[in-house]
């Protein structure tokens, strides 16, 4: 952390920042220039917000120097992290590949979409129980009953389930039913919640919010982490910017980044980012091409009668076709599909 | 809602895509043109979601017409909401003057700037026990010690308080010890959360998400009020833009808009929205001015000491000038202080 | 400016950065630490770039820390700058109330809008001549025919003119004819245009591009300033979010965060911002609240036949009852009118 | 164009809006709900302003059905544009590989990155003369003597020159000596500018702006192709969200959106859009996966020397590794290199 001084500052009142900083358990250095005075904040910075000292009235400004988490920093955790899902590898070379409707609709449904994505090539069925809707008159998930279906799919296809949690209450019954608990974009910060998700080891798959910095992004994970769960991984799927023909920005410079500044593995969720069916197959392909540790992908029988998002779904002729091009580009880039 | 059909559909397209709207409820009524063949589609289209008929081969796009909430909306209920948190009155031509500190810290702290903040005109009390901070290292608030602390002060200044629900598991407390149930900008979006607020009937100030559409706010305004409370005021507090020398953007249009949009209270938190106290004296000027219910303003003994937010704060000396001027702005734009 | 270097870099790669430093005419300080070395860069840092220094393979980050311009930077010329608008003055107490069409359509139109709004106080008169449009097909303005019915209005009411220019080709032209000259947003960063403005003296309105920060915008002025104009007033008019249902996000922050870094004059659009007439009230009562130098506003006789932007304009007996309310708050921020 | 009235409108002022639209050339149908009635507007709705109708006391909105443009419209030519530049072919199948330094600097530096770049497989060679910088103290290019060193390097490597045009005031000297004009973001609405360029049928490169919508974006290759120059290739370069540690975020979505709309090549410069040279490759590979018609890449010899944008720029080595990557992936989706 580097504090930036007022243009002539008293030594009274540089004493007096350092003596603050000291407080808090810092080691400082401190530059005396004619125009400007620094001082330089030394120790376990990450414990100590730099909004405190901004107060003060010599403070110009405080500057980071180094990223506020530790657990999912790359500098202390060199080497990829690889998450196991009940037997199947996400990150380093290894790639999840999870479709399934965005709805459970219906074990015949959940189940022909679940044996046909398997068939393609899929390694991970994803459904939606409960359903986070803007709207309170929207169709809100089969809840529990959704959650049995998943199960039933999990025994015929052998495929692990990834659903969405929405609230602590039904974090034990997460933790022994589902094989990857999904945390929507809308819940990125509930803090709250993502206190809790340290009492499981299940893994975590935590989207990225549709404003979140990459930076609040990391800190979310280093919540779980640091409540005790290290098996998180990463979900983009898209940002909101002032562009409406897209239902979202997908930001695939996420990949690289992520990559750089964290170990966790970064999937890539094309469906939601752009809600156009038409969309999924370039992007999917953009984000293998970046080195994305897996695609998340809306699969329905019937998009037509989807009781959501049906527009932003791929038939699973199309989902086969898909993943036949993205080993192609997998294979370009080394990782096995 | 307006369907419109691509260019060139067929008599049979066109019926099938009729069908799939009156399936729904709805009825139809279709303008054939030579480029351009469009459904109008009436009857209760909130429940109906657009995105359901986007999906079919010969729709091009699908418009809303009408506003997806109706217990907020005030084309059905035109006068002004006036919500009463524990005698204060707000709305209508009644202003909510909240302040107080970012967290609570100490029984001295809470009760000395209480007195303070009372003698200039506050008439609620504000102070976070749970504090939800992006990083896991932050301080995290005093908990329920801080919530008895914001209990003492009501007593002894017999101002009502204001302070942040975090969890559902801590709603009946709340319940019986908070006056104004504040819901951050955080969790604007959280569902399972806002569906609960229904089991009380305590008022509910819902702040805006940092990057919530208007339609989205109201929208989450329209879960707690469909759940069965209808006590819910709005607090915008800035949204998140490219400008990062303020902390947010705080958009007061937001005002005027809300106001034509819904007849429930809105208020403005100038401190979180800029993060910057010299912002505040201005930024509470223009809200009053722009017609604002209430404003929340924090307001700190010792903001240098402060555990958060410390350099957003006014020190209560500062907040009584405030007062005495936006007193002169309320009188020019007809608001009671 | 400070250099940060990454961990643990040799004295030898410490010295190669200070040298290339030093090359660009700078002071260095350099702080070393264990996890930490920062080199402190001492001198006219405004016209060095810091990116040069970001390619160096021991460079973790460089930041800024003083503002990146001079002689718009109130930290040089700490007392407001009063421009003089053909005798009008904007600045210190000094109001610019600036009304007038968006588009010239014909002399009667202006001289009877005109008179009008100098009657309710305005004291400019704007309208389009040029007009930047999105669409190619979009009424493009009345050109030079325009800019002379302008005259013809300020010769009847005596106020001076406000109009865009959008090419240096029509300067001299400008130089001569109008009193002060709109660069519009589309234009904040056409820098030819900019450079080419130190050609005359005449006032510049500088209005703020749809997504520029504070500091680019005032950058721009600053390009106006250091070719050799100093008469330069900047324009809030809203910049582009994420919220569609107003045309923009009015930015009033903008207003007190410019008085602080500036000197130069600040004045409001709200009907470009908002894009519809009933926000224009409430944002011009709120920006007069926070301290705005002056407002322009749209006004026209008959905007439901207005050829360009209607729906955003008052009509005449509107702007004069607005003024009246204006009038009350500019007594309460000390600002005359 | 759809016109949605406000719910209960009388007849007569049903027939009023009617006859304002039938006025502007375009025919009604009108479907009369009881909720809701609209009017569905027919004709060459591209020619005439939305706006102009939203300002009628009876009109709730106006929503635009068909695109507002129609050369660069795809529904209009359905088949790929082939731009050619000076005999290297851009879209359909063809790729360009534009690259070269972001200033041209000295001609020993061009001329040695041009025939690297060249070796590795580039068809056309970059370079800035004028040079758009945020700060008037930046080096602001060589100007004329820049473009004399672009053309001496055509000669010796035979690759068309790509540059950038600020001002008409040099549009005849550039259609004289540069193979392809480039536009830059921050002029993409610089309207007059746009105008002018239909005096040439020199190959357009126009650049997205910061913060343009795609429409606006299209709209503005419709000002060039309206005033007589059909050769229109559009360069994503990344927008400006929220988030500050990338530069810009690239929106690789564009690609399948424009090709959906328009008909006109779509290239990506990754360099400018993160600014991080890091980013370069995996944006690149991305880019090309998603359909992208070329990639425009910083190219320089000694980044760590460079007088602008060093940091975003890969060495010729790397350039030429990217290269061969990038073949492997446009073959799997069947682009020639």
Redesign the interface.
């Known amino acids: 952390m ?1 504090i ?1 001084l007022k243009p002539r500052t008293t030594e009274e009142n540089i004493l007096r920042v350092e003596n603050m900083v000291r407080a808090r358990g810092l ?1 400082t ?8 005075t ?1 001082i ?1 904040c ?1 120790g376990d910075t ?2 100590v ?1 730099p ?2 000292f ?3 009235k010599s403070v ?2 405080v ?1 980071h ?2 990223e ?2 530790k657990l999912a920093n790359r ?1 202390f955790h060199p080497e990829d992290t690889i998450v196991d899902v009940a037997g199947v590898k996400v990150g380093g070379d290894h790639m999840a590949l999870i479709a399934g409707p965005c709805s459970v609709e219906s074990e015949e449904q959940v189940i022909e979409i679940a044996k046909a994505a398997k068939e393609s090539g899929a390694n991970m069925l994803r459904g939606g129980a ?1 359903k ?8 809100q998930g089969m809840g529990l009953a959704g959650l049995d279906i998943l199960c039933k799919a999990r025994e015929v296809t052998g495929l692990p389930i990834v659903t969405e949690l ?4 039904y974090l034990d019954l997460f933790d022994e039913k589902v094989d990857l608990i999904q945390i929507g974009a ?2 990125m ?5 993502l ?1 809790q998700l340290g009492k499981t080891k299940k893994p975590i798959l935590l989207k990225r919010g ?2 979140a ?4 992004w990391i ?1 979310s994970a ?2 779980i982490m ?2 005790g769960n290290p098996n998180v991984i990463l979900c983009e799927r898209g ?8 239902r979202n ?5 996420a ?3 992520i990559r ?1 500044l964290s170990h966790l593995p970064i999937i890539v969720d094309p469906s939601h ?2 809600g156009k069916w ?2 999924v197959e ?2 999917s ?7 994305a540790d897996g695609l998340m992908i809306e699969v329905h029988n019937n ?2 009668c ?6 932003q779904s791929l038939k699973p002729a199309k989902y086969d076709t898909l993943l036949k ?1 993205i080993r ?2 997998a294979e ?2 080394g990782k096995k599909m």
């Open positions: 580097i930036v080691e250095h401190t530059v005396r220039g004619e125009e400007l620094i330089g030394i990450v414990r917000d909004r405190l901004e107060v003060d110009e400004k500057m120097v180094q506020p988490y500098a409960f986070p809707r803007t709207s309170p008159y929207s169709f929405m609230s602590a209450e809308r819940n910060q509930n803090f709250d919640l206190k549709l404003n910095t990459y930076e609040e800190m280093e919540y640091s409540s940002v909101r910017t002032f562009e409406s023909y897209t920005t997908l930001d695939l410079q990949i690289p980044v750089r980012a752009g038409w969309l370039p992007m392909k953009a984000a293998v091409a970046a080195g998009p037509e989807a009781l959501c998002d049906g527009g091009e192609q580009i370009v880039v």
